[in-house]
């Protein structure tokens, strides 16, 4: 079995396959013997999981989610690497490799394909260039998942983890409050990947709730309120929420009054059951 955060054995594995690292699918390996193990354990999964990941790279964590999982299907879009996979690979029978790219694949079918009732998680080192739409799409399509445990940026990570109502909170960090109980686990340094990246990273866990905490009569609607709402930051909610939405000002300023808000109250400051709250009052007199 191979040692596949020692830097001497990734180069020697990446150049006999000819392999290159692309800027563009934001390639970076992690070379960190820690960091894969911690992952995998912190995720939640047991011997009767199965696991979804998400960009295998030469497979350093597809290894440890293997050795704790019943099954892992790993999507992975650089066809470059599946020889590499094949050969990183190849102690597990419990692993296998869909060459496709994540926003394009059926993943509620491939669930019920691939994992026949076994309780199922994703586990990603996720590339940044692609982190909101993975997640945002993993959550919305409301997948028979437990739990999604991802590295992201930190900087994200913060986002995705603040409290909604926080300076940090954005629209993903309602959605993801919405669907899931966010807990960062731990830190990544830069210098834990190779190449190494320009900024520091985080792993995260999201615990994807049953039902969400609030509930809201117009889902739709009350995202494309938030959406409106934290579009425009600098703005009074009112402002950006009319602006974004094409509500007229003067129902927007209503809807915030019969709510109870100061008529200047800014967007990062309502928290989670105060947006519902307004998002309803917003229905209620278009």
Do not use: W
């Not at 989610?65 to 992975?76: G, H, P, S, Y």
């Not at 909610?237 to 100061?262: L, Q, R």
């Amino acid at each position: 079995m191979y040692n596949l955060t020692d830097i001497g054995t990734i180069k020697d594995i990446l150049s006999r396959h000819g392999f290159h690292f692309s800027k563009a699918l934001g390639q970076n390996f992690i070379v960190n013997p820690s960091v894969c193990p911690r992952m995998a354990q912190e995720s939640g999964i047991d011997g009767e999981s199965g696991v979804i990941e998400i960009g295998a790279g030469i497979g350093v964590l597809t290894a440890e989610l293997a050795k704790r999982a019943k099954k892992v299907v790993c999507i992975e879009l650089d066809s470059k690497l599946l020889p590499i996979l094949d050969e990183t690979l190849a102690d597990f029978d419990n692993v296998e490799i869909i060459n496709q790219d994540v926003l394009k694949t059926d993943l509620a079918a491939l669930i019920e394909e691939k994992f026949g009732g076994m309780p199922v998680y994703v586990c990603a080192n996720l590339p940044y260039y692609i982190t909101s739409p993975v997640i945002m799409t993993l959550l919305e399509s409301r997948l028979p998942i437990e739990a999604v445990t991802v590295m992201v940026q930190r900087e994200a990570a913060q986002r995705l983890c603040a409290p909604v109502g926080s300076r940090n909170a954005g629209a993903v960090t309602v959605a993801v409050n919405y669907y899931s109980e966010a807990e960062k686990l731990f830190d990544v340094s830069a210098g834990s990947f190779m190449p190494a990246p320009k900024v520091d990273s985080c792993v995260i866990r999201m615990n994807i709730r049953k039902e969400p905490e609030i509930k809201i009569s117009d889902e739709a609607m009350f995202f494309k309120m938030v959406r409106a709402a934290f579009g425009q930051r600098r703005k009074t909610a009112s402002n950006s929420i009319s602006s974004g939405m094409g509500v007229p000002k003067e129902i927007v300023i209503k809807a915030i009054e019969e709510c109870g808000f100061p008529p200047s109250v800014r967007t990062e400051s309502l928290k989670m059951d105060e947006l519902a709250l307004l998002s309803e009052k917003i229905c209620s007199l278009l």
